[in-house]
């Protein structure tokens, strides 16, 4: 009898602990994606082509930043409305429900690509063809990127896609 509950309290105890370590690795992997803006990291930004207009960016200090993250959170709305993510280039990284992040090397690539160093505020506006649409310097203008967007035909087409839908039959 004495040998059985011993027997029971051990397979217990192994059970509790690969639980508890079950639990850690959850907790852990649940920290990395929330902190990494919700997704895994993506292989490239031509993965996102056809799928996402992006504002690949370079900011160098936290200041510059925490002025970018109070603009993304203030044009959230807007940001979702164009299917727009975020995409760090520099160092220095914004998280938000619209970051996304890629690899060293994939930075470094784009940043050779667009002539961009860490030692300013640079954004990219990158249309859903992979191409780059315009270029800012200093402080992120969401708004004159929204015009921007607005102005292209694939937005005028997503719009009038989106009043057909809305359209009583």
Do not use: H
């Amino acid at each position: 009898m004495r040998t059985s509950n011993n027997c029971e309290n051990l397979v217990g105890r192994r059970a509790r602990s690969r639980l508890m370590r079950l639990g850690v690795s959850l907790f852990g992997l649940l920290f990395y994606w929330q902190s990494s803006g919700g997704d895994a990291p993506i292989a490239s930004l031509e993965s996102l082509q056809w799928k996402n207009r992006v504002v690949a960016y370079v900011v160098s200090s936290e200041s510059e930043a925490a002025a970018m993250r109070t603009a993304v959170e203030r044009w959230s709305v807007e940001l979702a409305d164009r299917d727009m993510l975020l995409v760090n280039l520099g160092e220095v990284e914004v998280l938000t429900e619209f970051s996304r992040s890629i690899g060293r090397e994939e930075r470094e690539r784009w940043r050779q690509i667009w002539d961009l160093d860490l030692s300013s505020e640079q954004f990219v506006l990158v249309g859903k063809d992979g191409g780059a649409k315009a270029f800012q310097r200093g402080k992120l203008d969401l708004p004159a990127l929204f015009d921007r967007i607005d102005a292209m035909p694939m937005r005028a087409a997503e719009l009038r896609a989106r009043r057909r839908e809305a359209r009583p039959e």
